[in-house]
């Protein structure tokens, strides 16, 4: 079984920032076939001892937020462990294992919060983001278009589908204008 350091050397290194946002089919199959039976350890609780220091609970958060994000897109199971990552992510604040990453990659403790259908946890993430990753005006950038899609409906509509909820009138107004990229087109305008 891998251990946190393999996870952190793929993503940090091997997918790196030019391919954290860019998934694909071919990207969401390679973490599929090399990290699904450990992100199923980590959603049964079986790996919460990683969540121990910097390097470990950063390779958990990335794990638990980010890999389901590209293993299972378009699914609930997506979203399955946004709890377990939020709750390391929390805890990494609080100790201020954050801070020990370099950036880029200190991101990925604040995006936990940032994909919270929680108004608390955006306000966090935009906060975390301003003064703990001052050096990346892009990643304050998305903090805020996630807090402004949290305020005005309460959820991110683009989820609905995924997990099975409906769509208010609203919410279809807002995706069939462009959804999330025309929040963050406007918040840079």
């Known amino acids: 079984m891998s251990d946190p350091e393999e996870v952190l050397d793929y993503w940090l290194g091997e997918v790196g920032p030019e391919g954290w946002y860019a998934g694909g089919t071919e990207l ?44 299972f897109r378009d699914t609930a199971e997506a979203f ?34 940032e994909h919270s259908e929680v108004a608390a946890d955006q306000e966090a993430a935009v906060e975390l983001m301003k003064t703990r990753l001052p050096g990346s005006p892009d990643n304050l950038l998305h903090a805020r278009a996630h807090q402004d899609i949290i305020r005005r409906f309460g959820r991110f509509p683009f989820r609905n589908a995924a997990l099975g909820r409906d769509t208010t009138p609203e919410e279809a107004a807002f995706l069939a204008e462009g959804g999330y990229g025309a929040v963050v087109r406007a918040l840079q305008g």
């Open 80 to 113: 399955a462990t946004d709890a377990r990552a939020l709750a390391a992510a929390k805890l990494a604040v609080a100790q201020g294992w954050d801070t020990a990453a370099p950036e880029p990659d200190r991101q990925f403790f604040y995006l936990p919060y």
């Open 28 to 71: 969401d199959a390679e973490i599929r076939a090399q990290f699904e039976d450990l992100w199923c350890a980590a959603a049964g609780g079986g790996l919460d001892h990683w969540i121990d220091g910097a390097g470990p609970c950063l390779g958990f958060i990335v794990l638990t937020d980010q890999f389901p994000r590209n293993m």
